[in-house]
């Protein structure tokens, strides 16, 4: 099980593909899961795409909504679960966090490199990133 309080991607590695589990709570995903539920219209979930501030987080006033996991996510072995902030995910793509956990079989080297590659991108306005990654060996 998992839950999310803020904008934090849950993920896993298994057979060299990520699977995404969480949305993170931004304004753009609450928009996107109000289009769907019918509450606003097209062109308000438009206008709301662009606008990626953390709607949901612990110590917010009236905090609430908080990214639930209702089904165990089964691990099979050798599954790597990542937990990633965003400046991990929204500096390296979906494929460079991919291309690292399968090229890097040990955890700590994986987070390592996963932190150093976020850092070489540069953006002077990058947000603090922090991995945690997990991997489920052989039973």
Known sequence: Y???AGDIRVAVM???????????QTLDV????????GKISRQDTLWSMEE?????????DGFHEIEVCEKPVLLKPEDKVLLMSKGIFEELSWREIEDILIDTDDSQKSADCLIRAAERKGNPQRDNGSVILIQRLEA
């Open 2 to 4: 998992y839950a999310v």
């Open 30 to 37: 609450l928009a996107a899961q109000a289009y769907e539920d």
């Open 14 to 24: 298994r057979g060299g593909e990520m699977i995404p589990l969480s949305k993170g």
């Open 52 to 60: 990626k501030k953390v709607w949901s987080y612990l110590g917010q």
